[in-house]
């Protein structure tokens, strides 16, 4: 598993571990040059001291070991030489130049003075060792500060990142019941937007917990109605006392099934079409088409009240889902039949405003009251005083589904007659 603190350390470390180097590196490079400018001019020494008499080249400091200093007679002839190195030859020429011996380059300052030949030489190994020694006395305290900075970054990060430990143990801490946002108090600001995404979540969470234990317990209050029913229904198919009692009995308990099997299968509706779903699986489709389809399903229920259910408009093209789409058209066809008096009527109209499809279902019914139409899309909510059997949770499918499609719903009084009318409107697909 990767860990900020491991990784921190050690790109911290190796950064300055390659800037020491380089530090090194020049340090190294500047010495050189300056070391070879300063010996190149310790060199030249016979021209300044001899002046006095061949033997007062330098003999008694520390640099002995380094210089060598030969002297050649006229001929040639190696007279004196301060070391024995055989293998350095006379050069040729007065002043510096630089020889290969296989000991390594020698640098060599030659001069003609009082009758002698004097080269004073110098190997540059020397040098480079001189050189290098400089820089590594340099950066030494360096190298010997990278564990004290070692030390110093992995305890300061282990700090730095205590807020974090903090923030897993708060969130920790959080259950189904127990979702209350994390302390964002004395957080730091790189923290911050993480706790404030977490508390995000946690208030959606909480809001969709809520709405899912509220459902689940007003789906329990509203099937033990119908099933109380069927119950007792039952037990007066058992109790009837001849064929005529009991096939009453029995078409009520079967009503009574009737009821809660839609209620189920609406909240099987409701709950399908309540989730939001990233990726809806959308395809093209032709709006008046669907409620052509819509319409067809529900004329049995149109023609068994005597209802006149006209569909007229124009094609539509709109993207959705058809399955939903086909629901939500059949909720409101069968509010529009269901809620309309007997002989009344129905009319669905597909027509096109701007970049709008829009769909519109009208009756003649009792409609719904101006400071009604907020709640009638909750769940269970039925008109008070409503007689037709339902479970109050058609117009909550219905607005599941126009939100999932980017749609709007709105209900007016239909004109002239009064009644509801219903307008849905879809963004036109081209
Ligand atoms: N076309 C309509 N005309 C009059 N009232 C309606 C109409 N559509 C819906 N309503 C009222 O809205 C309520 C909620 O409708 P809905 O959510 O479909 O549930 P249900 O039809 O199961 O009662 C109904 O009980 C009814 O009172
Ligand atoms: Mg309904």
Wanted: proline share 5%; glycine share 6%.
């Amino acid at each position: 598993m990767k860990s900020i603190r491991h990784q921190l350390l050690t790109r911290l470390l190796t950064g300055l571990a390659i800037g020491c180097l380089a530090v090194a590196l020049c340090i190294y490079y500047v010495a050189r040059t300056e070391i070879d400018e300063l010996f190149d001019f310790a060199l030249a020494v016979p021209d300044i001291d001899l002046s006095g008499g061949v033997g007062a080249h330098p003999s008694n400091s520390d640099m002995e070991q380094d210089f060598v200093v030969q002297f050649h007679d006229d001929d040639g002839k190696l007279s004196y030489s301060s070391q024995l190195i055989d293998s350095l030859p006379r050069v040729p020429d007065l002043g510096y130049s630089t020889v290969t011996l296989p000991s390594g380059k020698w640098r060599v300052y030659r001069a003609y003075n009082h009758g002698h030949y004097i080269q004073v030489a110098q190997s540059l190994e020397e040098r480079r060792v001189l050189a290098a020694d400089a820089a590594l006395r340099t950066i030494m305290p360096l190298l010997l500060l990278l564990p004290v900075l070692g030390l110093l970054i992995w305890f300061t990060v282990g700090r730095g990142l205590r807020p974090l430990t903090h923030v897993a143990s708060a969130v920790r801490q959080r259950t189904a019941s127990v979702l209350n946002p994390l302390p964002s108090a004395n957080i730091p600001i790189e923290v911050q937007p993480l706790v404030l995404a977490i508390n995000d979540l946690l208030i959606r969470l909480s809001r969709a917990l809520h709405g899912l234990r509220s459902f689940v317990a007003d789906a329990a209050h509203e099937l033990r109605t119908p099933l109380t029913a069927i119950r007792i229904q039952s037990q007066l198919v058992e109790r009837a006392e001849n064929n005529d009692e009991r096939a009453l009995a029995y078409a009520d308990f079967r009503q009574g099934l009737d009821r809660a099997t839609h209620l189920v299968t609406q909240l099987l509706a409701l709950a399908r079409h309540e989730q939001e779903r990233e990726h809806p699986a959308w395809q093209s489709l032709d709006l008046l088409a669907l409620a052509r389809s819509g319409v067809a399903e529900l004329a049995p229920l149109a023609a068994a009240r005597d209802i006149d259910i006209g569909i007229s408009g124009e094609s539509a093209p709109i993207q959705g889902e058809a399955e939903a789409l086909g629901v939500m058209i059949c909720n409101l066809v069968d509010n529009a039949i269901r809620y309309t008096p007997e002989h009344g009527r129905v009319d669905v109209i597909v027509r096109h405003a701007d970049a709008q499809a829009i769909l519109e279902i009208s009756d003649n019914g009792p409609g719904i009251a101006v400071d009604e139409r907020e709640r009638i899309f909750d769940r269970f909510y039925r008109s008070p005083g409503t007689r037709t059997t339902g479970s109050g949770l058609g117009l909550a499918i219905v607005k599941n589904i126009v939100l999932q499609h980017g749609a709007s719903i709105e209900l007016e009084d239909a004109m002239p007659e009064h009644g509801l009318l219903v307008r849905v409107r879809f963004t036109k697909s081209v």
